[in-house]
């Protein structure tokens, strides 16, 4: 079975703070796709990064970064130096190959000025 | 290039009532989807269309909710009756490939739907 799990709920920081957003995911599958999805109040989900299975290199998108470990199941996002504009909730996704796409709960991060 | 349309934005009904959310996917997109998610909720899928063909329905609550992509385009999700714990956003996504794409999904803003 399939499962995203993001333990935190909300975050708060003042802005110009260090943030990580866990993502623990399951899957019994070798080949999967993991992405993360900003939704700003607007409500449109933006897509912010997808990472296959057998590419465990860390990315660094400006001051977005992600930590894929697959020792720990562990997708972990962290924005370096927030900004009140990274206020939003962040959800994790993970995607087997030929099978649907399974949304995390979300976290809701509150970057406050 | 335009993204997902949805609309309306937001829709407040009584239950028992019936509501209609419709959904343009981006121009090319030949996989359509239609996610619930419920306040606090990440999203959950309800219906996947590849072209005009229903791929996955097995989440769609099939008593009350229907869907359909009779073209191949745009699409139309009906709930009749509505149910208080419908309140949702309802979520519109495509994506150029099917279950088999492994590309992201584009999402439209959604339709707040409100059942009193």
């Known amino acids: 079975a399939q499962k995203v799990t993001q333990a935190q709920t909300e975050i708060s920081v003042v802005e110009k703070e260090d943030v990580t957003l866990d993502c623990v995911y399951e899957?019994?599958?070798?080949?999967?796709?993991l992405f993360w999805y900003k939704q700003p109040p607007s409500g449109e989900l933006v897509f912010l990064i997808r990472?296959?299975?057998?590419?465990?290199q860390n990315e660094i998108s400006g001051r977005y970064s992600w930590n894929f470990q697959k020792s720990t199941s562990s997708f972990n996002f962290t924005i370096t130096a927030s900004q009140v504009v990274d206020s939003a909730v962040y959800f994790c996704?993970?995607?087997?190959?030929?099978?649907?796409?399974?949304f995390g709960p979300g976290t809701r991060l509150s970057v406050l000025p | 290039e335009a993204g997902v349309a949805q609309s309306p934005r937001y829709k407040i009904i009584e239950k028992r009532q019936s509501v209609a959310f419709w959904c343009n996917p981006i121009?090319?997109?030949?996989?359509l989807y239609w996610y619930q998610q419920i306040l606090g909720q990440g999203p959950k899928l309800l219906i996947q269309?590849?072209?005009?063909?229903?791929?996955?329905d097995s989440q769609l609550p099939k008593d009350r909710f229907s869907a359909e992509r009779l073209k191949g385009v745009d699409s139309t999700l009906k709930i009749q009756p509505a149910k208080l714990e419908d309140s949702a956003v309802y979520l519109c996504?495509?994506?150029?490939?099917?279950?088999?794409?492994?590309?992201?999904?584009?999402f439209g803003e959604g339709s707040r739907l409100t059942v009193l």
């Open positions: 996504a495509s994506s150029f490939g099917g279950t088999l794409n492994t590309g992201e999904l584009f």
């Open positions: 899957t019994r599958d070798t080949t999967y796709y």
């Open positions: 121009s090319g997109h030949a996989t």
């Open positions: 990472r296959n299975s057998f590419d465990e």
């Open positions: 996704a993970l995607h087997n190959y030929g099978q649907n796409f399974v």
């Open positions: 269309f590849q072209n005009n063909g229903v791929v996955d």
